[in-house]
């Protein structure tokens, strides 16, 4: 049974999709495109040892398998996770066996190699060097810090990146279509259901592919795949009050929006309601340091460390002492200035994050601690704020280069945020202007 030919029906569905040549690959076109230089030198059959650093389910095995393939290359693989000394010895054995009898190269895959210890790792050097093997080692740890110098003088490092939604349709597609996926099963999915599966995979080839296959477990053949079915499999949606304590919450409710709507007294009354029901004041004490974030923020930053006094106060002196601190807290809080600007600035950006994805750090941004992330262009650029006009570097952009600027916070004209916004108008009006030159056209 050769390399690609196991049963099909006994893989998962990301074993049985794997591609057979570089035209089915997904993902990669930095390195995999027409005329770059890593696909010229495999159609070449030029192999060379390399490092693929990436994070999970970008294509780091199947590529690694790809390069035995196309280059009728002998394929070993050891996990460094489960092998040792002793395993790498055996993998030499069958190269020179290889080479031997079948005049064969050997491609030895090492999966998780930054798992392997220093004497592991130079355990391969002499292998490598003599040619007895063409060694292929994955990671997603930063080669630089997890690999020995002596090992990575000897191979090519190629950063594999996150799939993109585009390369994620692609899979989604074939793996719907496909003899070996799911075609047999004649399922459709809908546009919602679509856009979930890509948002939950999060650049991770392998995650969309699993989620795919537990939603059509659940499925019959000819169904159509839901948003709502899909939700379900993600685990959204388990969050659940305790219907008996319904009262409970609507009483934390009233206690909140009385704060928000700066009254005092009904405040003070909805915290002695839940006291007197039986409430723990230290669940009290942290849903006011919530407040004070939520609805104070940046207009009276005291608030917080009030809040905070107030909670350690109830939990070295109890009641009723504790109690009281709460409730000097909440006077203090319904009283104070209100900004909901930084919890407003905070859920944009979450969304953000979680809409977007795994988008990459712009090389500017990054430190280059070693020679191979200097050689990689990290940290080109970059402009040291301190070394600027008022320790400012208008027009620097540190966003990722996917993601136009956005404008999350939104200072309000009340207490401290009233001199926060002047200031950051201030600083907007130097580079308004000069922030996009970063921008590709």
Do not use: E
């Given at each position: 049974m050769g390399l690609f030919d196991a049963a099909p029906a006994a893989q998962p569905l990301a074993a049985r999709l794997r591609p057979e040549s570089l035209d089915d690959y997904v993902g990669q076109e930095h390195l995999l495109g027409r005329g770059k230089p890593l696909r010229e030198a495999l159609e070449?059959?030029?192999l060379h040892s390399m490092i693929f650093w990436g994070p999970p389910g970008v294509g780091?095995?199947?590529l690694a398998r790809l390069l035995a393939r196309v280059s009728d290359a002998h394929f070993e693989t050891l996990s460094a996770v489960l092998s040792g000394v002793k395993e790498i010895r055996q993998a030499v054995d069958i190269a020179r066996q290889q080479s031997a009898q079948y005049g064969r190269r050997t491609l030895l895959f090492v999966d998780e190699v930054h798992r392997f210890n220093k004497s592991q790792q130079d355990a391969f050097l002499p292998y490598v060097e003599d040619g007895t093997l063409i060694f292929v080692g994955a990671t997603t740890e930063n080669p630089s810090f997890e690999l020995n110098n002596a090992l990575l003088s000897r191979a090519r490092v190629y950063v594999l990146k996150s799939l993109t939604d585009e390369a994620l349709s692609q899979l989604l597609a074939r793996a719907l279509s496909d003899d070996k996926g799911l075609a047999a099963r004649q399922l459709q999915i809908t546009d919602e259901a679509r856009e979930l599966l890509l948002r939950a995979a999060d650049g991770d080839g392998r995650r969309l592919l699993n989620l795919l296959e537990n939603a059509a477990d659940l499925a019959d053949d000819g169904d159509t795949l839901e948003a709502d079915a899909l939700r379900e499999l993600l685990g959204e949606g388990r969050r659940r009050f305790d219907k008996g304590g319904e009262a409970f919450y609507d009483q934390?409710?009233?206690l909140h929006k009385s704060v928000r709507g700066s009254n005092p007294d009904a405040t003070l009354y909805w915290f002695a309601?839940?006291?007197?029901?039986?409430?723990?004041?230290?669940?009290?004490a942290r849903r006011v340091v919530r407040m004070a974030s939520e609805d104070i923020g940046n207009a009276d930053p005291r608030a917080l460390t009030l809040c905070l006094n107030a909670w350690d106060v109830q939990e070295r002196l109890g009641s009723p002492e504790g109690e009281l601190a709460i409730a000097q807290a909440l006077v203090y809080l319904?009283?104070?200035p209100k900004s909901n600007a930084v919890y407003s600035a905070y859920k944009a950006a979450r969304a953000d994050a979680e809409a977007q994805g795994s988008l990459e750090v712009p090389l500017h941004l990054?430190?280059?601690p070693t020679k191979l992330m200097k050689q990689l262009g990290y940290g080109e650029e970059y402009r040291y704020a301190h070394d600027e006009p008022d320790a400012y570097a208008a027009g620097e952009d540190y966003f990722p280069e996917?993601?136009?600027?956005?404008q999350y916070y939104q200072p309000v004209p009340r207490g401290l945020e009233l001199k926060i916004g002047e200031k950051?108008?201030?600083?907007q009006g130097k580079d308004h202007a000069s922030v996009w030159q970063r921008r590709k056209p």
């Open positions: 070449q059959g030029a780091k095995t199947t934390i409710s009233a309601r839940m006291l007197d029901g039986g409430c723990d004041p230290l669940y009290i319904a009283c104070a990054r430190n280059a996917a993601l136009p600027p956005r950051l108008r201030a600083l």
